[in-house]
């Protein structure tokens, strides 16, 4: 019972801090509609994905408890993120680069499928997936507030080893 509220209590301090990181990043300029490339707002990703990527707000607030948001992540050469899951559905579309992604609860690199740029895929919440760049990859991911990662094994959460 303990561990549940510890996991509990830790669950609501990680979601309060995603929130304050997805606000800070958020679009405030009412102005700002269209971006092109190199006018894209980078800056580091949030701790529940590993260090090295960066990632971009580009509409909405991923952290909101509703709306609609799209951000971009960009991840270096053979960026890795470990087996996870979201509450809501998360669309992506690659933008550069070669993004592989699996499927299942282990991270097998033998069992990941190729998805150059232009390809776009949809996961349905709770599909357990991991991924990782080959190349330096861009994706753009879409969809419903708020964003969440759920990671299959708990110790896989960059997060928890601060």
Known sequence: MNRNVNLAATLA??????????????????????????????????AFVPAGAQLAVLEGNPGASSGDYTIRLKMPDRYRIAPHWHPQRENVTV????????????????????????????????MHHYAMASGE??????????LQFNYVNPDDDPSRKK
């Open 13 to 46: 301090a990680l979601l309060c801090g995603v929130a304050l990181v997805f606000t800070s990043g958020a679009q405030t300029d009412s102005s700002k509609h269209a971006f092109t490339p190199d006018a894209i707002p980078y800056g580091p990703a949030p």
């Open 95 to 126: 933008i550069t680069g070669t993004f592989k992604v699996g499927m299942g609860d282990r991270f097998d690199e033998t069992k990941m499928g190729d998805f150059p740029a232009g390809s776009f895929a949809f996961l349905d919440p709770d």
């Open 137 to 146: 990859v861009v994706v753009q991911v879409h969809g419903m507030s708020p």
